[in-house]
């Protein structure tokens, strides 16, 4: 009868989970944080922290208190999520810059304050919910000509007034074939505080982050003459991937 061979050799060995791979896996499924939201992270943190040492020193029940911490660190922590994007490879791609529902495609004159005239040009707007990651992506890549804060109103996102009324700040990136894109940072109902990394002179590549806006807002992007937006109205834009055109 023959024997059967042994199953405990270096090969049947059971495998184990390193701790460099398990950070690995964890680090691919909770995205991080963009820094402008540790904060507030840390003042939720710390409103939990108060609770635990407020029960401790008095005795009394105070888990609503580090419950409410906890709660709103995870929230800012959800909100301020700062995840990895992979932008296309082919030239010529103008991408989302911001996740988020395609609200409006139509033509219009680029902001006054950039002094690009009064020419129509196509223009793509993204409308992002509190639940949406709210970090800012270069649609394309090339060099900072001009940025532009122009303070406004603070009405609701989704309504095509926004783009002329709201706080804003406008973004115009020259590519090294000489075109230009200019994406706008529109504040909202809720959101009161644009943040814009990007100055003259940057060159950003296409998906890199360059800001955000707080809490609920909206993005417009102009896209060069003659180009031929490739999304639709009430289709979801995934900042640095989705395709909203391609240059001209």
Partial sequence: MARRPRLDGPSSAAPTLSPQHLLALIRSTIPPVHPAGRPFISAGLAVASAGVLGQAATGRSLRWIRGAGLLTAAACA??????PRVPPSRPGAIVAPADGVVCVIDAAAPPAELSMGDTPLPRVSIFLSVFDAHVQRAPVSGEVVAVQ???????SADLPAASDDNERTSVRIR????????????????ARRIVCE???????????TYGLIRFGSRLDTYLPPGTEPVVRVGQRAIAGETVLADLP
Avoid: C, N, Y
């Fill in 198 to 208: 990007a100055h003259v002179g940057d060159k950003l590549s296409i998906g890199d």
């Fill in 149 to 155: 804060h122009r303070p406004g109103r603070f009405g």
């Fill in 78 to 83: 959800g909100f301020f999520r700062h995840p």
């Fill in 175 to 190: 590519t090294t074939s000489g075109t230009e894109v200019v994406a706008v940072q529109i504040a909202g109902l809720v």
